[in-house]
């Protein structure tokens, strides 16, 4: 891991899953209904090597008993040894598997979630990013303090608000790694 000489803590890039690497198609958890992004591979792929990549995804599918929680962990399987043998790290992936009724602590837009990897990683959530493709994702990022980048295509909601939580606007994950990979970039970015 690289780190900055001032700052002997981790950056990280906490990347949502559905809308940002996969197509959201609503409670996914078999391998056959993955379906990755155009771009999302090479976007993964061209992330700088100096951050931790962390998935971050809200699985309500869980508590509503769509899917189990061995449904979900057999999918992150498949889906890191797909990429594994692109050469492509993820370092983690956490998720909430609470029903959004509930009042958990780790559920986006709270930033459970990014608080448990900052804990596990010693990573400075101010030096960090979070790519999303809704305002819930904005929003955890904002408020952990990560810079945010929201990925906005033709089938995103265009409607929920997420544009004024996001420091730059993108259309692919290949566009938010150059901006991560530059992140000397200080205007916001829309495409």
Not at 30 to 56: N, T, W
Not at 64 to 80: A, P, Q, S, V
Not at 90 to 102: L, M, N, T, V
């Amino acid at each position: 891991m690289n780190q900055n000489d001032n700052n002997p803590l981790t950056r990280a890039v906490f990347l949502d899953r559905d809308g940002v690497i996969n197509r959201d198609r609503k409670y996914t958890y078999q391998s056959h209904r993955f379906e990755f992004l155009p771009g999302a591979l090479d976007g993964l792929a061209a992330l700088a090597p100096g951050f931790l990549k962390i998935i971050v995804t809200n699985q309500s599918g869980i508590a509503r008993g769509y899917y189990t929680e061995n449904d979900f962990r057999e999918l992150n399987r498949w889906l890191l040894s797909v990429l594994n043998q692109l050469k492509i790290k993820i370092d983690d992936i956490i998720y909430c598997p609470h029903h959004p009724d509930e009042e958990c602590l780790c559920r986006k837009p709270k930033i459970g979630m990014l608080l448990k990897s900052k804990q596990k990683y010693d990573i400075d959530l101010k030096r960090s990013f979070f790519i999303g493709d809704m305002d819930s994702d904005m929003l955890t990022g904002r408020n952990a303090g990560c810079a945010t980048i929201l990925i906005r295509d033709s089938e995103n909601n265009l409607n929920d608000g997420a544009e004024q939580h996001a420091d730059y606007i993108v259309d692919s994950l290949l566009k938010a790694a150059e901006i991560i990979n530059n992140s000397s970039i200080s205007d916001i970015m829309e495409v």
